[in-house]
Nanobody, 123 residues
């Protein structure tokens, strides 16, 4: 069982930055690909970014490319999401997740989820 705990959310004006963190409990973090998703009120959960474990390759959703950066620190069992140039449409609850198998873009490909952290971007 892997436990994931997100932190770093908050209220920020448009154009600002936040860095989200996701700490994983002891487990095979270093050999687990990780992802970030978000869910806005009334909308489905959507893919934001993912980072693989073997090559640390990264994947991003089109709306966040060039603004968000996913990274990981295996020594700290932590994955990060640096968010710059934030927009009001980035407002959502952000979740990190541990990848199980399959396409990184689909929530069903992940088997462990954190509780989420709220990000609110004011206009």
């Amino acid at each position: 069982q892997v436990q994931l705990v997100e932190s770093g959310g908050g209220l920020v004006p448009a154009g600002g930055s936040l860095r989200l963190s996701c700490a994983a409990s002891a487990g095979r973090f270093s050999t687990t690909s990780m992802g970030w998703f978000r869910q806005a009120p009334g909308k489905e959960r959507e893919f934001v970014a993912a980072i693989t474990w073997i090559t640390t390759g990264t994947y991003y959703a089109d709306p966040v490319k060039g603004r968000f950066t996913i990274s990981r620190d295996n020594a700290k069992n932590t994955v990060y999401l640096q968010m710059n140039s934030l927009k009001p449409e980035d407002t959502a609850v952000y979740y990190c997740a541990a990848h199980m198998r399959g396409n990184y873009y689909y929530p069903d490909s992940y088997n462990y989820w954190g509780q989420g952290t709220q990000v609110t971007v004011s206009s």
